[in-house]
């Protein structure tokens, strides 16, 4: 076993080779640095993202009722003002919703059976579609990635609510880019005294507390959760687009590295163009759990912890027989 193998393995390298002629100094080393940079990653690293993701979305939350909506009441019609506070309320919901659902929900360990091929590490069945995650400890049916701003993989059990996690998200940060678009212009781009925020009649019990912080508070508040919006808007932006065609093809991001989908593989336009192919509604369907008279609107536009379609060893066999992925 090379220092690759080591890392790969982690503790379990350590564990099983520590005290024993078979393992040199620099295996030893690279052991104790895997168990170590597994320690970082998951307890320190991890943690400290999950609670970053919270703190920053909550904090956009409260700037963007605070202070957006209410700026914005002063140039829009009641109904559009009234409709932009339902629709962010339920964008609110559901990104907590399924941010929550993504990293406390298990990936998705595969049944345990003796059958082959048996994974070296979990000593479990692993199935083409299943690979080990060093970092998690554990075999994850349908990996996408091991994601450290959810502080665990991405896989089976709880990609459906990764991928609606970022999609909530990217349409968030999208109407508040669009919709404050005013109260960025006006209070930190091109500052006009009368038409800033702490200098126009805005009849709301928090302002005069606002307000007492200063101008240059309001503008670099405004200026801070717009610019942060613009940013997660084009990164989760992208990586939901990104998502959105790896399902559509009927793969994951882990196996689309490894090539492990040859039988798959396509010109780019069929690569780009996934709503072409014949199956692509039934790899929607299974992916987003639509079986048993579940439906779009009250499974997947609101908040539901349904199943995924693939059995999992923490499903205690309540689960459809149908494949997440055509894969």
Not at 38 to 48: K, T, W
Not at 197 to 212: E, G, K, R
Not at 247 to 255: A, D, K, P, V
């Amino acid at each position: 076993m090379d220092s690759l193998d080591a890392f790969l393995s982690g503790p379990d390298y350590v564990l099983n080779n520590r005290g024993s002629g078979k393992c040199p100094r620099l295996r030893v080393f690279m052991g104790y640095f895997v168990l170590f940079l597994e320690f970082f990653v998951r307890s320190l690293l991890g943690r400290f993202l999950v609670f970053a993701v919270y703190s920053l979305v909550s904090f956009v939350v409260i700037v963007a009722f605070t202070i957006l909506l209410p700026y914005e009441s002063l140039w829009l019609p009641r109904i559009v003002v009234w409709i932009l506070v339902i629709f962010a309320i339920y964008l609110v919901i559901n990104i907590f919703y399924h941010y929550r659902k993504a990293s406390t929900t298990p990936s998705g360990r595969p049944l345990r059976s003796n059958e082959p091929p048996i994974c070296s590490r979990c000593r479990n069945h692993k199935s083409v579609n299943t690979h080990h995650c060093s970092m998690c400890g554990e075999c994850v049916v349908n990996m996408d990635h091991h994601c450290v701003w959810i502080n665990r993989c991405v896989g089976a059990g709880n990609h459906r609510h990764f991928l609606q996690f970022v999609g909530f998200l990217t349409i968030g940060c999208l109407v508040f880019c669009v919709a404050g678009y005013s109260t960025f212009y006006n209070n930190y781009w091109r500052p006009v005294e009368k038409q800033m925020f702490c200098h126009i009649n805005l009849d709301y019990f928090w302002v005069p507390s606002l307000c007492t912080m200063g101008d240059d508070f309001i503008s670099a508040t405004v200026f801070f959760t717009y610019c942060l919006s613009v940013i997660i808007f084009l990164l989760v932006g992208g990586l939901f687009v990104w998502n959105l065609l790896l399902i559509s093809n009927g793969q994951t991001y882990i196996g689309f590295l490894k090539g492990d989908y040859s039988h798959l593989k396509r010109s780019t336009t069929e690569f780009l163009t996934p709503w072409r192919r014949s199956d692509f509604r039934e790899v929607w369907i299974d992916f987003l759990g639509l079986r048993r008279g579940r439906t779009f609107w009250r499974h997947i536009a609101l908040p539901s912890s349904h199943r995924p379609t693939v059995p999992l060893r923490w499903d205690d066999g309540k689960f459809d027989a149908e494949p997440l992925l055509d894969v």
